[in-house]
């Protein structure tokens, strides 16, 4: 937001009511998490639940996009003149897996995050949608021959990712 750029990538900075919005959205959303809390119970528990939440959040997270994305199933292409080599929905499919499609537990926890090939081709769609819509998704994937990828289980996302891990940290053939 100061610098006006993400890494190498400009962004444009709010103006006028934009900025006003940003800086009240963190205005509330500080005195909501920390202040408000600070009048009912002592500023270090505070914190040290801030810290707690936002930290097990985070690495919720972490391991959700890892499993998406981080795994020897995904594609990486690398073009050579800068554009993809595949339009934008088959891109999306080839760089993303899901998993854990069956458990009705882990996408109310997470939300429904497990179907990340969903949630980057229909974003907009309530993510209570996702286990119907990947049985459909799957099915027109295989119609015109575009490899869609789901691991059975969470554990067999872990164990994929720990697998690409070892990979990406071997030495080049």
Same mark, same amino acid.
């Given at each position: 937001?100061?610098?006006?750029?993400?890494?190498?990538?400009?962004?444009?900075?709010?103006?006028?009511?934009?900025?006003?919005?940003?800086?009240?959205?963190?205005?509330?959303?500080?005195?909501?998490?920390?202040?408000?809390?600070?009048?009912?119970?002592?500023?270090?528990?505070?914190?040290?639940?801030?810290?707690?939440?936002?930290?097990?959040?985070?690495?919720?997270?972490?391991?959700?996009?890892?499993?998406?994305?981080?795994?020897?199933?995904?594609?990486?292409?690398?073009?050579?003149?800068?554009?993809?080599?595949?339009?934008?929905?088959?891109?999306?499919?080839?760089?993303?897996?899901? #998993?854990? +499609?069956?458990?009705? @537990?882990?996408?109310?926890? %997470?939300?429904? =995050?497990?179907?990340? /090939?969903? $949630?980057?081709? #229909?974003? +907009?769609?309530?993510? @209570?949608?996702?286990?119907? %819509?990947?049985? =459909?998704?799957?099915? /027109?994937? $295989?119609?015109?021959?575009?490899?869609?990828?789901?691991?059975?289980?969470?554990?067999?996302?872990?164990?994929?990712?720990?697998?690409?891990?070892?990979?990406?940290?071997?030495?080049?053939?």
């Amino acid at each position: 937001m100061i610098l006006g750029k993400i890494g190498p990538h400009k962004v444009p900075r709010p103006k006028g009511w934009d900025l006003g919005a940003f800086f009240l959205g963190k205005v509330v959303s500080i005195g909501l998490m920390l202040v408000v809390p600070m009048f009912f119970h002592p500023w270090w528990l505070v914190l040290a639940f801030y810290m707690l939440i936002t930290g097990v959040a985070g690495v919720v997270l972490t391991v959700v996009f890892q499993l998406a994305h981080c795994v020897g199933e995904a594609e990486f292409p690398l073009p050579a003149d800068g554009q993809m080599e595949d339009v934008w929905a088959a891109h999306q499919v080839r760089t993303t897996v899901d #998993f854990a +499609r069956t458990s009705r @537990v882990l996408c109310w926890l %997470l939300g429904g =995050l497990n179907f990340q /090939v969903e $949630h980057h081709l #229909f974003p +907009r769609i309530c993510h @209570v949608h996702y286990p119907a %819509l990947s049985k =459909l998704v799957e099915e /027109v994937c $295989h119609e015109f021959g575009v490899a869609y990828r789901a691991h059975a289980t969470l554990f067999a996302g872990i164990k994929s990712h720990f697998r690409w891990l070892k990979r990406m940290g071997s030495a080049a053939a």
